[in-house]
């Protein structure tokens, strides 16, 4: 792993910065890829998942001292049950009916299944004391040393969580009321990542106020998230980072605090999202893979993505690829799902300082009753350039059949820049009901609308609504 060391100029490090990204960029789109294209994909991807596989054995909580009955600490029971788990050759971890205070978190290891029986709730403690010593983490994008996530793996293989049980991580009144207190931090980590600082140098923890989350698993591979329910947690609530095969099916979230992402696939490889239902306070399913500097000197992409048939409702959005997307992301497919409400049904955005590719991209047969901002939204300047001049690209997008009843502002938007204009994008079979703005572009090239009906109107041609930057400054968001 590529580390800034020694100390150099500030102008010979953006010059190597800048020589890093334009070789990152190019391996990238120079890199073979052995699936077939488009929808031929699926199959692929779902055939190179490989689940978690565990031995027939049993080990109970509360033979290791646990007790469901909300009073009896549990943390140091659940752990040694872990811990002989995995020691004996692996198992499942069964946590019997009953309600077991978690006073601090939960390490996974190797060939171990924390199996949840129907009417157990795990309640973790609010006292961020208990979540330390810190572990190796990622924030937003950006490698540090942080409070513990409440379940967290490090370089675990074969790793699950399953069954028909509750975590509750009783975040509201606790490290939920943190997003108040973070933009010092949050400030200081992300220029850490940026100046390429050590990371034994990039400690936080207490004293400091950046989010732990609720389930996190870092470099694991073959990964089972199945089941369980979840609810009130930190931060981001299913976090795999830089992880290989991973699954979520049947999982209900229902977490409405600040940045509760549902599922965040994260310079991941081969991931499978079905059949969950996901209430959350941000986007159900964002797709990231590093922030700026910190994402490049990884360069892990997040890459053979499906999501399928998953409920959703979000205080954000339904899919969103980014922002934090250094290390770029492509093959993602999102097909047959709901969402009730949510600001954008599918988003997709950067900044013009992260660098990185977005790329084959497939939609199709999604049901929307509202969206509150688009329906379909490209934007590769997100919240404006803040540092160098980096911008991602944007290709190769397919979208079709979805109807919409409602976008209270804009059924089509995209935002490209000049030197690189949002390109090779097919839109087929749209209908929108009811749109205040039906489309916005500026900066976008080749894209293709094929029977698309926006307030029962077809749009043939968004080159004629392409309009100035000043003409959405005057949309109210």
């Known amino acids: 792993m590529f580390m800034f060391n020694q100390k150099i100029s500030d102008n010979n490090r953006i010059y190597l910065l800048i020589i890093l990204w334009i070789l990152s960029i190019s391996l990238y789109s120079c890199q073979e890829n052995d699936l077939q294209t488009g929808w031929d994909a699926v ?3 779902i055939r190179k998942i490989t689940l978690p596989t565990f031995p027939d054995r049993d080990y109970l909580v509360t033979n290791f001292g646990a007790a469901g009955n909300f009073k009896t600490k549990c943390r140091e029971s659940f752990q040694t049950a872990i811990n002989r788990c995995n020691q004996e050759g692996g198992g499942r971890v069964v946590v019997p009916k009953g309600i077991y205070l978690i006073n601090g978190p939960i390490h996974l290891k190797s060939n171990v299944n924390l199996y949840l029986s129907e009417e157990s709730i795990l309640e973790f403690s609010s006292n961020p004391r208990d979540y330390l010593p810190m572990v190796l983490s990622r924030w937003e994008g950006t490698e540090l040393f942080n409070y513990s996530p409440f379940i967290y793996a490090y370089q675990a293989t074969n790793v699950a969580i399953t069954g028909k049980g ?3 991580g009783n975040a509201e009144k606790s490290f939920a009321l943190w997003k108040q ?13 940026n100046d390429g600082v050590p990371l034994y140098e990039r400690v936080f923890g207490e004293g400091h106020y950046l989010r732990p989350g609720m389930i996190q698993l870092l470099g694991c591979k073959n990964i089972l998230i199945e089941g369980i329910t979840i609810i009130d947690s930190p931060f981001w609530v ?11 099916r049947n999982v209900t979230v229902d977490s409405w605090n600040p940045n509760n992402d549902g599922v965040d696939p994260d310079g991941c490889v081969n991931v499978l999202i079905e059949n969950c239902v996901f209430n959350c306070g941000d986007d159900a399913v964002a797709i990231k893979s590093g922030r700026d ?9 997040t890459e053979n993505v499906v999501i399928r048939n998953c409920r959703m409702n979000s205080k954000a959005n339904g899919l969103c690829i980014g922002s934090e997307m250094s290390g770029g992301v492509r093959n993602v497919y999102l097909e047959d799902c709901q969402l009730g409400e949510a600001q954008s049904t ?36 997100y919240k404006g350039q803040r540092g160098n001049y980096f911008p991602p690209l944007f290709r190769n997008f397919q979208i079709e059949n979805i109807t919409c009843q409602r976008a209270d502002h804009y059924g089509i938007y995209a935002a490209g820049i000049k030197e690189h204009p949002i390109s090779d994008v097919i839109i087929k079979d749209v209908i929108i009901k009811k749109a205040e703005i039906p489309v916005f572009t500026q900066y ?3 894209i293709q609308l094929v029977n698309v009906m926006i307030n029962d109107s077809i749009i043939f041609d968004l080159s004629s609504y392409q ?9 109210t968001w």
């Open 181 to 193: 207190l973070q933009k010092r931090d949050k400030k200081l980590l992300r220029q850490m990542g």
């Open 43 to 45: 199959p692929d991807i």
């Open 166 to 168: 509750v975590i509750d």
């Open 293 to 301: 500097q910190d994402g490049w000197r990884i360069g892990q992409p």
């Open 467 to 475: 309009v100035s930057p000043e003409a959405d400054k005057k949309i």
């Open 238 to 248: 299913i976090h795999p980072a830089l992880c290989i095969n991973v699954t979520v």
């Open 444 to 446: 976008v090239s080749n």
């Open 346 to 381: 599918i988003y997709f955005k950067s900044n013009l300082d992260r660098g990185g590719i977005i790329e084959n991209i497939f939609v199709r047969n999604i049901e929307v009753k509202r969206a509150k901002t688009a329906v379909i939204r490209f934007e590769s300047n």
